[in-house]
């Protein structure tokens, strides 16, 4: 009987397993391999033609080489930034962390395209607010954010918390020996900063390079709000002119565009790891966490300083967004006469679109995140507890979605499901269930990270107790393993709806009437010159976004650290 | 030169009014309607929303981009043999002439006519003009000079300060080049002094009028009823009507064959040349098609507006090769 019972259950665990790489086969990488396959043979014929035709191209050249300029300046401003703040808010004895930290790193969880625009609005002959200050430039100014600085600047900034994130993750684990050694060794701070710490933090800073670089190269919204007006194109608003322009009849060269972009962002990848891996980085010992310096009659200059930086780079331009967004009318200025919440009625009760696009949004990004949580928490249960060598594949294909840019899956996942499935004959194509399709791929990794870290801080007897009781493998994950997880999966999931309910790059290619995200409607009001309305659906998400933020501090004590980006 | 004035839109008021309170037809039309227009977002929703007031039981779908745009993402489902729209309000007749020619629009016999000039429908009854959009220049209004004609933006005091619409973009805006470069006083030498004097080709028309109102640009290559619009809300922009005329376009409404709901498709044309529907237009600041509903407020009292004459099929002809002279020219 109880053989029987447990030959059952160990079929039960193979049917489950195999379930779930089959799932993740089909997320991460059917789409990819038939994106490779449309590189080879555009259309189904084995040719370079299209291949040729792409290369041979001067704008697609002009857009690498844009690419390329706004992804390493962006990504130096960003190690810049988070870097310093890092090295700052981890080392030293300032004041406020949590506080600081949370505003620090809000940019990154916010619609790159709002950011962009509040930005915009931040400068140029009309802005709100300098024309409050009176300093607005004279008529006939070009808004300098329209350039390849410009972009730069607002991807440097989005992404500073990326390296800041990975540095304080790799602070975290620096052995307080080494630097007690240091000062004992009559080192002074930075002589300790420069011959010790930094020396150790190479493997975190140069993941948080290669990641930065990654976001910056397949960032959409930033390039599309600040490039296109002055036709400065990159690689992923080339391919989205070409598609918005002439349709599926360019998917074999955009097919090619999204290949060269994606081979870039692995050439990023490649070289991180081929610098680590020819210097031996371990740290002996994960002992007690530094004590922080003391900066003594530094600390309130430090503290201004640090402060004095969010307000520019977060405070300034969601103000300028807001003042936008009050305006009754492009270019008029803005007084308590003038002001209006009628851009805020039009978005949230007149148009059918935007109406459309919150109840969308909402429902996609909810379900993705239930969805790639309730497909995390057995898979992380594989992947924590029994390992093998397909587990580790699984492990490290589930990344591959969300390290390529974002339009290289859409240019894939239009591929898939451009003609009806096979057999069941749905039609993917033009509904929104091809963005969801896009977002389960590319998020997916989202959710697993945190429920995985939520697995190591579990004991595991409790799982055997109940196996040896006879619980079977879907009962446990049920009954003991789900509950206990649960805090770092609701935190994953949340991680998921921020992300999906601000993300433009992969709705911008596959939305249909019918099935707009708030990233596309957004994007449609910049493009069409109603940017206050774009203003005020934009501080509508920036506010949705905070507060699903604070939701979270209540809980945050009750998961593990690092899971929340936005707490200390 | 062709002259329109507000008299001649008036020849049969009457008839069409006793046609409108005429009591429609038993059936009333249901079910799905996809909208593909060039319409900005506002006027679009609007549109939409009052259609749905005389036929509630329709629910509408709406695309909205630029007109090549829109051309372009139709191009591609007629291609994969699933065009979705059931109606098509965009900016310009070329574009409706081109898509008569592929044989993709539905005739329209007993479309209520009556009333509108014969130059503003297709005389096969295919497709409808529903309003007049003409393009002029717009003038922030801190701007130091201003402009009395088209030849003057070639002038040095107007070096980089000028924003025009892409005809890539803009179906209004690639009348306006088939239009201008056909003419012996202004050609493709107008164009090249615009180039050589720093001028922008800017997305949309949209795009122009932020460009203008925010003050990034004095100058703007725009169609009407948007800058008057912008500053009855307290823009400061200012319209010119250029002497020499302006080019214009006629929005016109059209069914696809392929229509799924055939009836609604009707009633959103009966509609939009409607009383109500024209009424709808002038409230949004355009010049409508029938003008015995009136005048939007801008339009200059007893004055009439200089048109420039535009040979459609020749527009259509040449388009392809305009855009990519162009695109050649100001690199978009």
Redesign the interface.
């Known amino acids: 009987m109880a053989e029987a019972a447990g030959v059952r259950g160990r079929a039960e665990d193979y049917a489950l397993l195999w379930s779930l790489v089959l799932v993740v086969a089909v997320l991460s990488v059917l789409p990819l391999a038939r994106l490779l396959l449309e590189g080879i043979a555009p259309g189904g014929a084995l040719s370079a033609q299209a291949l040729t035709r792409v290369l041979s191209s001067p704008a697609t050249w002009i857009a690498t080489r844009h690419s390329l300029v706004t992804a390493l300046g962006g990504t130096l401003l960003a190690v810049l930034i988070g870097g310093t703040v890092g090295l700052v808010v981890a080392l030293t004895d300032i004041r406020g962390r949590n506080a600081y930290v949370f505003c620090f790193v809000m940019p990154l969880l916010l619609a790159a395209q709002v950011v962009a625009l509040a930005w915009l609005q931040l400068f140029?002959?009309?802005s709100p607010l300098l024309a409050m200050l009176g300093i607005a430039p004279p008529?006939?100014?070009?808004?300098p954010l329209y350039s390849a600085e410009g972009i730069i600047l607002v991807l440097g900034v989005q992404y500073a918390p990326l390296v800041f994130l990975t540095l304080r993750a790799g602070l975290r684990a620096l052995p307080q020996e080494l630097i007690e050694a240091g000062l004992a060794g009559g080192g002074g701070p930075m002589k300790v900063l420069r011959a010790i710490v930094l020396p150790l933090m190479t493997p975190p800073l140069l993941a948080g390079v290669a990641l930065c670089f990654v976001s910056c190269l397949g960032n959409f919204g930033i390039p599309a709000l600040l490039g296109?007006?002055g036709?400065y194109l990159v690689l992923p608003t080339l391919i989205y002119q070409r598609l918005?322009?002439?349709?599926?009849?360019a998917l074999s060269e955009v097919a090619v565009l999204s290949l060269l972009i994606g081979f870039i962002a692995v050439i990023g990848i490649v070289a991180q790891d081929a610098l680590l891996s020819r210097r031996d980085f371990r740290i002996s010992t994960a002992s007690i966490v530094a004590r922080p310096f003391e900066l003594r009659r530094w600390r309130l200059p430090v503290e201004v300083a640090l402060w004095t930086l969010s307000v520019v780079v977060l405070v300034l331009p969601l103000l300028a967004l807001v003042l936008t967004s009050l305006v009754?009318?492009?270019?008029?200025p803005l007084n308590l006469a003038?002001a209006t919440l009628d851009n805020y009625r039009?978005v949230l009760f007149?148009?059918?679109?935007a109406k459309r696009a919150f109840v969308n949004s909402f429902g996609l990004s909810g379900m993705a995140a239930v969805a790639i949580v309730l497909l995390a928490v057995p898979l992380a249960y594989f992947l924590v507890w029994r390992r093998s060598r397909l587990l580790r594949m699984v492990n490290l294909v589930t990344e591959v979605p969300y390290a390529l840019p974002g339009v290289v899956l859409a240019i894939a996942a239009i591929l898939l499901f451009?003609k009806p499935l096979p057999v069941v004959g749905w039609s993917l194509y033009?509904t929104v269930w091809i963005i969801l399709f896009c977002y389960l791929a590319r998020f997916l990794v989202l959710g697993l990270r945190p429920v995985i870290s939520g697995y190591y801080q579990l004991d595991r007897t409790l799982e055997e107790a109940s196996q040896i009781a006879g619980a079977r493998l879907l009962r446990r994950l049920r009954t003991i393993i789900l509950p206990l997880v649960a805090p770092a999966a609701a935190a994953g999931a949340l991680l998921i709806f921020l992300t999906a309910f601000n993300e433009l790059t992969v709705s911008a290619l596959l939305w249909?009437?019918?099935a707009e995200t708030l990233g596309v409607v957004f994007f449609?009001?910049q493009?069409?010159?109603?940017?206050n309305?774009a203003a005020a659906l934009g501080v509508l998400t920036v506010i949705v976004s905070i507060a699903l933020m604070l939701s979270t501090l209540p809980m945050a004590g009750r998961l593990p650290q690092g899971v929340l980006p936005w707490r200390d | 030169m062709k002259v329109v004035s507000r008299r001649s839109f008036v020849v049969t008021a009457l008839v069409v009014a006793v046609f409108a309170a005429s009591p429609v037809a038993a059936q009333a039309p249901k079910g799905k309607l996809v909208l593909y227009t060039s319409q900005p977002e506002r006027d679009a929703a609007q549109t939409v929303a009052a259609f749905k007031r005389v036929q509630p039981a329709v629910d509408v779908e709406v695309f909205r981009s630029g007109t090549t745009e829109v051309m372009g993402k139709l191009a591609a489902e007629f291609a994969a043999g699933q065009p979705k729209p059931d109606v098509l309000l965009l900016a310009d007749a070329a574009t409706m002439e081109a898509l008569k020619k592929d044989g993709r629009l539905l005739t329209y016999r007993e479309a209520k006519v009556d009333g509108l000039d014969p130059g503003s429908y297709d005389a096969d009854r295919t497709y409808f003009g529903s309003k007049l959009i003409t393009t002029g220049i717009a003038v922030n209004t801190a701007a130091k000079t201003r402009p009395a004609a088209w030849a003057d933006l070639a002038k040095p005091e107007y070096k980089g300060q000028i924003a025009m619409p892409s005809p890539l973009y803009s179906g209004a805006a690639a009348i306006m080049l088939g239009t201008m470069t056909a003419r012996p006083d202004l050609g493709w030498g107008f164009f090249e002094k615009l180039k050589a004097a720093d001028a922008v080709a800017v997305r949309g028309n949209g795009a122009v009028m932020t460009a203008v109102a925010n003050g990034e640009k004095s100058y703007g290559v725009l169609v009407d009823f948007m800058a008057f619009n912008a500053k009855a809300k307290g823009s400061p922009i200012d319209f010119i009507f250029p002497a020499e005329g302006l080019p214009a376009v006629t929005e016109p409404v059209a069914i696809l064959k392929t229509t799924q709901n055939a009836a609604a498709a009707r009633a959103f044309v009966d509609f939009i040349l409607s009383d109500e529907g024209q009424k709808l237009a002038v409230s949004m600041g355009y010049i409508p098609a029938r003008a015995s509903v009136g005048m939007p407020s801008w339009y200059p009292a007893g004055a009439k507006i200089n048109l420039m004459p535009t040979d459609i099929p020749k527009v259509v002809q040449a388009n392809s090769e305009n855009l990519k002279r162009f695109a050649e020219l100001f690199g978009n």
């Open positions: 140029g002959p009309s008529l006939g100014s070009r808004n296109i007006p036709n918005a322009g002439l349709g599926p009849g009754p009318a492009v270019g008029v003038t039009f007149d148009h059918a679109a451009l033009n249909s009437s019918g449609s009001f493009q069409g010159g109603d940017s309305f």
